[in-house]
């Protein structure tokens, strides 16, 4: 497979007999050209080769342009709209991004072809509109060999003039069960009773065709052998599927094209406003562009719009332990007017509750004296964990109130904490999440009062005056619902809830555990602890004899717990909308591996901003924005016509992200970030206000300078070149503007100049694009001092022998220095181990020491969020760890394995 491969240009297919289609006032296009797309992320069949020599020869003898590919880049608007179809020839693996899959769902939506061959259904399984498309997924295939075909449709061209039956050898495709698309029409049946191992129960259709979204679609699961592509039949039915997705090759009408493009990366700026604060963790941006942060030690923070700068507001004394603290904050749908705003925080002192209370924050001071305790929910405070505390109001007034199970996690092995012990109440989480008549584990919803009290409003999960059941509640069954956001259209509340820590599954006690982004259309019961991602059941556990009981029923689900003082029997169980667990999530890949803290951020509008330069675009209307603050990732849902999940997509992955922990739109439109940093529970550099603006409009080129000599000895010529300077929009002329030391200037794309004194000098060059967008840079030039020369004289420069010394001499020589104290001469020597190429050298070494690759995959993962290298965080320091276990057999293995099932205990309880 070659990494760049080139395309080639064959004709192919003029003499096409077209389908009588419906009249069209398309144009008829004035040449056919095929894309033959072959890319392999899978099983790479050997038959491509000869499949990609058959259609070249079709297309010598019918006179159409074939271009071939492995490259996905080709999948970009531009260059799908020269093609009539696109071949999958037996593709495998998730070979498109989520900006080519846009583009060529509406490159299928203008009109345009889709041809799959065999693999070519082993494809985007993460794609469903693929799914459509291409009309099924692949699940399982017997052995090569002979079988019976029935023709379905004898007039269609894929069909026409084959024996029926048909029969012949290849490598017979089963289904995915529920993956064959509904409107499909079947040219060609299986007939599983001529051949073994067919699992479709006798409905077994193997080549079709629909059309689907817009355009026409042609699949056959033949083709498997390279003796395929020589076969005149099967020729035959390939042609004329090909002839089916072409049809009257008319240009495409892109304006039936339903799909929006990703919007280019490029587009997008990220804008550091603030930055050093010790645990921010909720914040708001004021219509005047200012931003208003909490901090969980108590304080209050403003960073002004116009003065670009941050200032202490005041701060709230309280209960700084365990994961309590100043946790939430939101301001009054009518702040402009009142200047209320709301703060869940924990209360110092003996009161074990959390409270939530409105202040008037006004000219940049907190009125103490103006407290009005809204809500006060009970909880203990003798041990951790999980306090939530976030704070939105909807669009009708009503405030919703995110609050934790409030239980500890640490005695359950990662798995459901149901320990129904005497004197073990904290320690089960049926006390609180699954407790109709607790305010913990829940999502809450009030209507905050003029007087500061608050009313119920209707809808809620139990209405007023249900026995055992607290009417406050809107969904329970939470673990700890961190971020949630409300969908003003829809009318949807979704959240992020932090899952448990078991990192595999267990026959007796249940499901490893998931982070759950979750989505109530209405009330409902969300299943902790007695269920995690999609209603996986954790199982009955007895605490005092280990012994498990059965798994819990998601349809009937009981609270037999001691502890429980509300009702016995639950609502059913909700699924979650999205779930994950630390790695090897098969439902939602795109979500990927690490540490796990679920978030999601507030509903996009864009009609709010038509005149905002900056506002990002209607692309993110409608769509649920969820991200992941230990991963540092945002992404997109889109939702199909029920509301359901329908695809996730990726965003803003130029950008890095420390621990993104609150998000809110701007009043120009921009989405304001709020970073708590890349380590727990202290003061971070990197936490920060961050705002990321579009620009829709032209874009500055990015000057860059590139030269032939940075350094030598005087006179010193130097070529400039702009050359590698990037304009986005591909101006067609880019201005240059060189600056010399001496006060020259000079234009144009190559310059040079001559140096003549010795020093250090800047170059600067400015780029200016034909709308006027501009930038500029710099880069340094030594004059005066030439590079030192090194020659090696090495005996045997081709192998060596093992235990053998091998002689070498190095010598060192400097135009301006003369001679060389040997003492300045480093030399370093690398060893490339057996089946190691130069490339691994050249590439920084990497892995070629332990200590390396350690600490490359440290880097490379969320460890450092809550171990340091040196000093204890959340966590043991790496040093602590090294100490701890520096002797004893089998240490590796041993670290190792717990890291792998995790542990408790060894270093004391914290907070993870």
């Not at 048909?166 to 060609?188: C, H, M, N, Q």
């Not at 902790?528 to 007895?542: G, R």
Request: hydrophobic residues 35%.
């Amino acid at each position: 497979m070659k990494l760049f491969p080139r395309l080639t240009h064959v004709l192919l297919l003029v003499a096409i007999v077209f389908l009588n289609l419906a009249p069209s006032c398309n144009r008829q296009r004035s040449e056919t050209r095929v894309l033959v797309f072959t890319k392999t992320l899978g099983y790479r069949h050997p038959s491509i080769t000869n499949g990609i020599e058959a259609i070249q020869k079709l297309g010598q003898k019918y006179n159409v342009l074939v271009d071939t590919t492995e490259n996905a880049a080709r999948f970009n608007e531009d260059n799908l709209k020269r093609y009539s179809t696109v071949i999958f020839l037996s593709t495998t693996g998730d070979v498109l991004n989520h900006i080519q899959q846009a583009d060529f769902e509406r490159y299928i939506q203008a009109g345009g072809g889709y041809v799959g061959i065999h693999a070519a259904s082993d494809t985007e399984y993460k794609w469903p509109w693929y799914n459509h498309l291409a009309g099924a997924y692949f699940e399982s295939h017997p052995a090569i060999q002979e079988a019976k075909l029935y023709v379905r449709e004898a007039n269609h061209p894929a069909t026409e003039g084959l024996p029926n039956p048909w029969v012949r050898k290849d490598e017979w495709y089963d289904f995915k069960a529920g993956s064959l698309d509904s409107t499909l029409k079947v040219l060609l049946d299986l007939d599983e009773s001529s051949y073994q191992g067919g699992k479709m129960n006798g409905k077994h259709p193997i080549a079709w065709y629909h059309e689907y979204d817009g355009g026409r679609a042609f699949y056959t699961a033949l083709g498997h052998t390279e003796e395929s592509y020589t076969e005149p039949l099967f020729l035959k039915h390939l042609l004329g599927g090909i002839r089916y997705a072409i049809g009257e090759n008319l240009e495409l009408d892109y304006s039936k094209a339903r799909t929006q493009r990703v919007p280019e990366a490029s587009r997008f700026s990220r804008t550091v406003l603030s930055e050093v604060f010790y645990e921010p963790v909720a914040m708001e941006v004021f219509p005047d562009g200012d931003v208003v942060l909490i901090e969980r030690s108590g304080a209050l923070k403003k960073y002004d719009a116009q003065t670009q700068s941050t200032k202490v507001l005041d701060s709230l004394k309280v209960n700084y332990k365990l994961e309590d603290g100043l946790l939430g904050f939101v301001r009054d749908p009518n702040y402009e007017k009142n200047h209320w705003i709301y703060l869940f925080y924990s209360p110092p002192g003996d009161s074990s509750a959390q409270r939530v209370s409105r202040f008037v924050l006004k000219d940049d001071k907190l009125d103490k004296a103006s407290e009005k305790v809204v809500i006060e929910i009970p909880v203990q405070r003798k041990e951790c964990c999980h306090s939530a505390g976030y704070l939105n109001f909807d669009d009708a007034g009503n405030l919703f109130i995110s609050v934790g199970d409030n239980t500890n996690p640490f005695f359950s092995d990662g798995y459901a904490p149901i320990d129904g012990q005497p004197g073990r109440t904290p320690f089960d989480a049926r006390h609180t999440s699954s407790n109709t008549n607790d305010l913990r584990g829940k999502i809450l919803r009030i209507k905050p009062e003029p007087d500061g009290a608050y009313s119920i409003p209707e809808g809620n999960l139990f209405p007023k005056g249900t026995p055992g059941t607290r009417p406050e509640i809107y969904v329970m069954g939470c673990r700890n619902p961190y971020r949630h956001a409300w969908d003003p259209k829809r009318k949807y509340l979704y959240w992020g809830d932090v899952g448990p820590d078991a990192v595999r599954d267990s026959t007796g006690r249940g499901p490893r555990g998931h982070d759950e982004i979750n989505q109530a259309k209405k009330p409902g019961y969300f299943g902790w602890p007695l269920f995690n991602a999609n209603n996986k059941p954790y199982n009955a556990y007895d605490f005092a004899t280990k012994t498990s009981g059965e798994p819990f029923n998601p349809d009937a689900p009981l609270n037999l717990s001691p502890n429980n003082t509300g009702a016995k029997q639950l609502p059913p169980a909700q699924k979650a909308f999205i779930w994950y667990p630390y790695w090897n999530g098969e439902d939602f890949p795109l979500m990927g591996f690490g540490g796990r803290t679920a978030m999601v951020a507030p509903f996009y509008d864009s009609s709010r901003y038509k005149n905002s330069a900056v506002a990002l675009p209607d692309y993110f209307d409608d769509k649920v924005m969820t991200y992941e603050w230990m991963r540092g990732k945002f992404y997109l849902v889109e939702l199909d016509e029920k509301g359901d999940f329908y695809e996730m997509e990726p965003v803003f992955e130029q950008f890095e992200f420390a621990n993104p922990i609150d998000a809110e739109w701007g009043p120009d439109g921009s989405l304001y970030v709020l970073e708590y940093g890349k380590s727990w529970n202290t003061e971070n550099l990197d936490a920060r206000i961050v705002k990321i603006g579009y620009n829709a409009g032209n874009r500055a080129p990015i000057a860059a300078i590139t030269t032939d000599k940075a350094t030598g000895a005087l006179p010193l010529s130097v070529k400039f070149s702009g050359s590698t300077s990037l304009d986005y929009d591909k101006d067609e002329v880019l201005s240059y503007r060189w600056s010399f030391p001496d006060g020259t200037t000079q234009t144009g794309k190559d310059v040079s100049f001559i140096f003549d004194k010795a020093g250090v000098y800047t170059v600067s060059l400015e780029v200016t694009d034909a709308e006027g967008g501009k930038s500029t840079t710099r880069t340094e030039v030594l004059a005066g001092n030439e590079a030192p020369q090194i020659t090696w004289n090495v005996e045997n420069r081709t192998f060596y022998w093992e235990n053998k010394p091998v002689t070498y001499q190095v010598s060192v020589t400097d135009r301006e220095d003369g001679a060389v104290n040997p003492e300045l001469v480093s030399i370093y020597k690398t060893f490339v181990p057996m089946g190691f190429d130069l490339t691994t050298v050249g590439q920084g070494h990497q892995q070629q020491k332990d200590l390396v690759s350690a600490v490359q995959l440290i880097e490379k993962s969320n460890c450092l969020s809550c171990h340091k290298v040196q000093e204890a965080a959340v966590g043991p320091s790496y040093m602590q760890v090294s100490e701890r276990y520096k002797s004893g057999k089998n240490m590796p293995q041993y670290l190792a394995r717990k890291i792998q099932t995790g542990s408790r205990g060894v270093w004391g309880q914290q907070q993870m």
